[in-house]
């Protein structure tokens, strides 16, 4: 044998599986590198993870386990040793490694939606954190050209490059789609049993040579074809598209389509009467545009139910689909409705543990009643209310518990009256004696313990240990035990209907945090970023946690995406990093609208015959501009103007949410510039600038600390010309207020329990820079009481003050003689006194109507108090979204503090009487929708004020002419709104 | 001419690395990996049970591959049964199962091989027999019609074909059709599973040197 032979052949046994290793088996281990030298996982872990020791015998097992070891940690693509044997003796093992990494920001460039970024980037199916490959990101590019495909993007090319970090081994993929031109629809061609044309087709799904194909365009379109089968009870036809071919030198897309109509389907009643459209509601196979089995039974359920709450307690019904006649298939539903009953009585007797309310709350069954005309109940109602009684004894210890019921038909001779008998008897309760907690070393018995509900004395139910093995391990989750396990068992305890509880908790290994890698800003600060997250490096990994930064990073409303992931998710590693990806929403926001408002704030600006406003309508514009994340802060600069003929608003806000990092702490700055003219007596133009500090003391409680320095005037006053100067003259007011809301509400726009109270304290003074001297006071308590599942009680009352004081302050006003005229007030300003009235206080009077009149025109003046209560019963009146309300409101604006009076009636002939209560009742109708409720309320004041008037215009009130007359505002007012009233 | 090539071959070899590679990851299965050592101790384990030489494996070779895919069904199986928190085979039925497959008189020591090898070798054997039963078995039926297309078409004609001319009868034969058949099912349903469980997982087969 030649010598080269040789060589060659123990070249190849070097690669011989086993064989070369072979050699150095149990030869000693002289030394253990990598290669290359600086590996992802710390050298000190890596020893832990090699079974090769150095000094130690090479075993092949050990080396494999090794190699096994160091790839579960999931840092590594792949593992190789080499050996060499060593100078000094022994072998010299070599690790050579290979990196794995890890898809960090996946972005798409040079997209034509249809599709979006987001789908193109979801098609990729590259989940951050997760290990990359090339074969990954090939994939990706391919589900991306098959998704632009699908768009009508046939020419598509997608290329892609990476961005690798080693320091993270992070990857970002960025994908470069070029898009070309998409294609059209083209020829149709049908296959199945179609009963229209292709051109038909064409014109239902719109699908017409030349619109541009896209898949929301392909969907529509089989969407309408199936809509018009529907519509023609062919709920079992089936469109589908077989195929689509491309033509690229006409850039069309053949589509080709299997059409198949089906029968049509009908569906029957017998046994019973209803009209067919109750029965079209009633099975759902014509709403859902198709017929399974599943709808059929539902729509036999639908009308059981519908028979049952009608006194047909006992009714069945059957169904079935009989097979294709004609074209046409039946699905029949046959009805044995038996006597027709009502439930007068339900008596619960035997419960003492719990009171009759709570069992009542867990039951179906339910008396007659004004929302059940004959009661509610069948036997499968009976039996599952009996079940659920048993449950709550059950849940708390009861575990022999028996419930008995006796049915009582034509009860006290009523024919079809039936009374229904429940005797619960409970038996012992079976308490824990002791509750025995091992395996937990890392939390405290007592901490676990001081969670949990099955402790020593406490009742022993199956409910309260699952409740309990929740609390255990969601608390072990957020420690950093992902792989905590719970297992219990009872035993008997040391007396009668006693037990003792076993938990054994195996906690695990715990997993901790190495880094918290976050990235996708750009133009937001590190520091705005950091200051969000709530996960540190070395401290247990929290799923919790990671959560919870990921919706603090959400709430700074800088981000239109925050994505989170563990690094590595597969690997074996007891340190993990944690990543934080977002991506910045658009800074800019622009909003243009339109709208008009109906009310009582018409009338002529110079004619002042109708003090209490005629109906008016104003159309207004309006437009919004807001930079978000100012200075990278994630701070929100916006400006609102709006325009219309009863406001011209503009309003330039400036928001630092968390401020000095204190996340309960919202700066904001405002300047506004506002004339408007929504109390008919005069138009008032507001120049201000505020500075405001929310503070957010827990989650109902917030304070409000707050500087406002305004210039107020009014103009178009239609009061006695002597009154001009006094309560026209513009005023410089300084007001520093704090005010403090707790907002208890279960729902703050259509709160069904709760309380809301607000406390609002104001001081405005020569200290604070105001020309006017007073302080505000306004208190307003709400409540709302759940008196039954859907029937509320709710009521609010609300009172303010304001006192003017100090040195009276001087007032020049030109004469119509040009002479300056020199008057002196301490009176607070006309804009900033109280007005009330409307849609949102008292709906006995129009808009800001309520209070002292100018005695002269009868205008309404404001007031500096304010008393108003109102009362509300809220009632479904049509399923879930139509409500109806009955309320009464009573109450006043009044012109000092101690002109407030309970008083019913104003004095007798005496049109200058303003100080009593209005009182006002009416009903309203509400419809539910996703930003609270709209709401139509007609009330009728019952003692309206009568008041002095003025039949003519401006200038025949300066120069004395016109005629005074004696008005009363009307007795009925219409108010339409959104949101409920308080 | 030969002196060249000798010398090529030593570069070619120099440049791979300084020594010669003892152990790598040969196939990466989702997150479990098959070596270079697995193979050769599988091959090692296949002939001592088959009571035939131990072999010299070499990646590449027809063998080798076979019992790459061998091992990479394996872990599937693996995977899927820790998934399913599948429990593991009793050592009783361990004992069993190597006193009946055992060679007379094989010396496992000859394959380089010890006794927890061996043992190890049997409970995998074990666990993936008992996993296709529980997991493809259960609910698996054959109808009367295709019992009886089996004893016409298939049976009846062998039987002719090897010239016996006694003939059982369907019902005589019916236990034994269907025994066949429901392997076949079994067989099928195990075969789809795998191809799903190999795309779902992920296999990476990783370069190797030619034989």
């Known amino acids: 044998m030649s010598r080269s032979i040789v060589i060659a052949a123990a070249l190849c046994l070097a690669w011989a599986g086993g064989a070369a290793g072979d050699d150095f088996q149990g030869s000693p281990v002289a030394e253990i590198v990598f290669s290359p030298p600086a590996q992802p996982v710390p050298a000190a872990r890596l020893e832990q993870l090699l079974e090769v020791k150095t000094g130690a015998p090479l075993d092949a097992h050990a080396l494999r386990r090794s190699i096994q070891a160091i790839f579960a940690t999931g840092r590594y693509a792949d593992v190789q040793v080499d050996a060499v044997r060593a100078p000094g003796g022994g072998v010299r093992l070599t690790f050579i490694t290979v990196e794995n990494w890890f898809t960090g920001q996946v972005t798409v460039t040079g997209a034509q939606p249809p599709p979006s970024q987001v789908q193109l980037i979801a098609a990729t199916r590259l989940n951050l954190g997760e290990p990359y490959t090339q074969e990954k990101g090939e994939a990706g590019r391919q589900a991306m050209l098959r998704l632009l495909a699908e768009n009508g993007f046939y020419n598509a090319t997608v290329r892609w490059d990476t961005y690798a970090n080693s320091d993270t081994q992070q990857l970002d993929i960025d994908y470069q789609v070029e898009p070309g031109r998409r294609a059209h629809f083209g020829e149709i061609t049908l296959s199945g049993e179609p009963d229209l044309s292709a051109e038909e087709v064409r014109g239902l799904t719109g699908w017409s040579v030349g619109n541009t194909i896209t898949q929301p365009a392909v969907q529509r379109g089989l969407e309408k074809l199936y809509r018009h089968y529907r519509k023609n009870d062919r709920l079992q036809a089936v469109a589908r598209i077989t195929g689509k071919k491309f033509v690229p030198s006409a850039n069309r897309v053949d589509v080709a389509l299997e059409i198949n109509p089906g029968p049509r389907v009908e569906v029957a009643l017998s046994g019973a009467s209803l009209s067919s459209k109750q029965l079209r509601r009633y099975v759902p196979i014509f709403e859902e545009g198709t017929v399974d089995n599943d709808l059929l039974a539902e729509g036999a359920r639908n009308l059981r139910d519908h028979f049952q709450v009608d006194g047909y307690f006992d009714a069945k019904i059957d169904y079935n689909q009989n097979p294709e006649e004609n074209g046409v298939v039946l699905a029949e539903f046959q009805a044995t409705l038996g006597s027709r009953h009502q439930l007068v009585r339900l008596d619960i007797s035997g419960n003492h543990f719990f009171d009759r309310a709570t069992i009542r709350e867990r039951m179906y069954l339910r008396v007659k009643s004004v929302s059940f005309r004959r009661g509610r109940f069948s036997h499968g109602l009976l039996a599952s209310d009996v079940s659920a009684i048993e449950e709550l004894y059950h ?8 419930v008995h019921t006796r049915l009582d038909d034509d009860y006290e001779g009523h024919v079809g009256d039936m009374a229904l008998f429940i005797e619960i008897e409970e038996g012992p309760q079976t308490l824990i004696a002791e509750l025995r907690l091992t395996g937990n070393t890392t939390i405290s018995t007592e901490s676990l313990t001081a969670q949990l509900n099955s402790v020593a004395g406490q009742s022993y139910s199956e409910t309260n240990v699952a409740s309990d093995r929740s609390l255990i391990l969601g608390r072990y989750f957020q420690e950093g035990f992902p792989d905590a396990a719970f297992e219990w068992r009872v035993a008997p305890g040391p007396g009668p209907n006693a037990v003792i509880l076993d938990y054994t908790i195996q906690e695990g290994r715990r997993q901790f945090v190495q880094a918290v890698i976050t990235g996708g800003y750009n133009r937001t600060q590190d520091a705005t970023v950091r200051r969000e997250i709530y996960v540190y490096p070395s401290e247990p990994l929290s799923q919790a946690a990671i959560l919870d930064s990921q919706r603090r990073l959400y709430d700074l409303g800088i981000f239109s995406q925050v994505n989170t992931a563990v690094q590595n998710p597969e690997g074996d590693e007891v340190s993990r990093n944690v990543l934080l990806q977002m991506e910045e929403a658009r800074r800019w926001t622009v909003g243009v609208g339109g709208g008009a408002e109906i009310g009582r704030f018409g009338g002529s600006s110079t004619d002042l015959t109708s003090p209490a406003g005629n109906t008016g309508f104003s159309p207004r514009v309006s437009f919004e501009l807001t930079r978000l994340n100012l200075l990278g802060r994630a701070y929100t600069g916006s400006l609102r103007t709006q325009f219309s003929t009863l406001q011209k608003r503009g309003l330039a806000t400036f928001q630092a949410p968390r401020w000095r990092g204190r996340e309960r702490l919202t700066l904001t700055f405002s300047s506004l510039y506002d004339t408007s003219r929504n109390i008919n007596t005069f138009s ?5 600038g505020a500075l405001q500090l929310q503070h957010k003391i827990n989650k109902p409680s917030t304070f409000f600390y707050r500087y406002s320095y305004r210039r107020v005037s009014v103009s178009d006053v239609h009061i006695t010309p002597s009154l001009v100067p006094r309560l026209t003259q513009a005023v410089r007011v300084g007001l520093l207020s704090v005010t403090y809301v707790q907002d208890r509400r279960d729902d703050p726009l259509d709160a069904r329990r709760g309380i809301y109270n607000t406390v609002d304290l104001g001081l405005a003074a020569k200290q604070t820079g105001s020309e006017a001297s007073f ?3 306004v208190l307003q308590n709400s409540t709302y009481h759940r008196l039954t599942k859907r029937v509320v009680l709710a009521r609010t009352t609300q009172a303010g003050a304001m006192v003017p004081y100090g040195n009276l302050r001087e007032v020049r006003t030109t004469a119509t003689d040009g002479s300056t005229l020199l008057t002196f007030t301490r009176d607070v300003p006309l804009p900033e006194k109280f007005f009330s009235g409307g849609a949102s206080a008292h709906r006995g009077f129009s808009i800001n109507q ?13 007031g500096n108090a304010l008393f108003l209560n109102s009362v509300e019963l809220r009632f479904p009146v049509r399923g879930e979204n139509v409500g109806g309300v009955l309320f009464h409101d009573f109450g006043n604006v009044f012109a000092r503090l101690q002109d407030v009076s309970f008083r019913l009636h104003q004095r007798k002939e005496d049109l200058t009487d303003f100080n009593y209560m209005v009182h006002a009742l009416g009903f309203g109708v509400r419809y539910r929708t996703p930003i609270g409720p709209v709401r139509l309320d007609l009330a009728y004041a019952l003692n309206p004020p009568r008041f002095r008037g003025f039949q003519g215009t401006t200038d025949e009130l300066l120069h004395g002419l016109g005629t005074s007359t004696q008005q009363r505002l009307s007795h009925f007012q ?9 | 001419m030969r002196k060249l090539l000798l010398i090529g071959l030593l570069l070619a070899g120099g440049s791979r690395a300084p020594g010669e590679i003892i152990d790598r990851i040969v196939v990466v299965v989702g997150r479990q990996i098959i070596t270079q050592s697995d193979l050769a101790l599988e091959a090692r384990l296949e002939a ?7 072999p010299e494996l070499r990646l590449g070779t027809p063998e080798a591959v076979t019992l790459r895919e061998r091992l990479i069904r394996q872990r599937l199986v693996e995977q899927d049964m820790r998934q399913s928190t599948f429990p593991p085979a009793e050592p009783t039925l361990i004992l069993e199962w190597l006193a009946r497959m055992r060679p007379a008189g094989a010396d496992p020591s000859r394959y380089g091989l010890a006794e927890d090898d061996l043992e190890d070798y049997a409970r995998r054997q074990i666990d993936v027999e008992r996993f296709i039963d529980q ?37 005589q034969a019916r236990g034994q059709i269907e025994a066949v058949l429901l392997e076949e099912r079994v067989n099928q349903s195990l075969d789809q599973w795998l191809i799903e469980a190999r795309s779902r997982a992920g296999v990476r087969e990783m370069e190797t040197p030619e034989p």
Not at chain 1, 395 to 402: M, Q, S, W
Not at chain 2, 138 to 162: F, N, W
């Open chain 2, 48 to 54: 001592f049970f088959r009571n035939t030489p131990p």
């Open chain 1, 395 to 402: 849940a708390n210890g009861f575990l022999g518990v028996k």
């Open chain 1, 850 to 862: 309520a209070g002292p009149r100018d005695l002269t025109t009868g205008f309404p003046l404001g």
């Open chain 2, 135 to 171: 997991r493809f078995k259960p609910g698996l039926q054959i109808p009367d019609a295709d019992i009886a297309a089996y004893y016409e078409s298939t049976l009846l004609p062998e039987l002719q074909r090897r010239g016996l001319s006694e003939r059982p009868t369907l019902e």
């Open chain 1, 974 to 982: 219409f108010h339409f709104s959104l949101g409920q009233t308080f």
């Open chain 1, 775 to 777: 302080p505000r006071t």
């Open chain 1, 684 to 688: 008032a133009r507001r120049l201000e």
